[in-house]
């Protein structure tokens, strides 16, 4: 299948995002600061999103190089994610908060996608 790649990584992101707001809404239920509870939510999903792509979505099991790809697929994140919050930032005085944030989403899936299978898992 031609698409079997994004498939997969779609999958992942989904459960990585899942994961990401059970350890977030957990914190958050013990009173734990909002921005602590993100913090803790999204090393959460970036750790399984990291695991699951380099093992099943780009099947890199054999690599010694786990290091430095995850050192790669970090940055990669943090960077689609300052893209993501620029154009929330940018774009929600005009259209409100939910579609800035899905042009944010579809962006940063697309940065991420590309940059884990041309850089970090290559």
């Known amino acids: ?24 809404s ?3 239920s013990f009173e734990t600061a909002i921005e602590l509870s993100a913090i803790f939510g999204y090393i959460s999903g970036l750790s399984v999103s990291f695991s699951f792509n380099k093992f099943w979505v ?3 099991v054999y690599s010694n190089k786990t ?10 994140y943090l960077f689609s994610l300052c893209i993501h919050t620029v154009i929330i930032s940018i774009l929600e005085a005009n259209l409100g908060t939910m579609i800035p944030w899905l042009i944010g989403i579809l962006l940063s899936t697309i940065i991420n996608f590309t ?3 041309l850089i970090v898992f290559k």
């Open 58 to 60: 780009f099947k890199k």
């Open 26 to 28: 957990v914190f958050l």
């Open 1 to 24: 299948m031609k698409y079997k790649e994004l498939i997969k990584f779609g999958i992942v992101g989904t459960f990585s995002t899942i994961i990401n707001l059970i350890v977030y």
């Open 67 to 76: 290091a430095k790809q995850l050192v790669l697929f970090t940055s990669l």
């Open 115 to 117: 940059g884990a299978k």
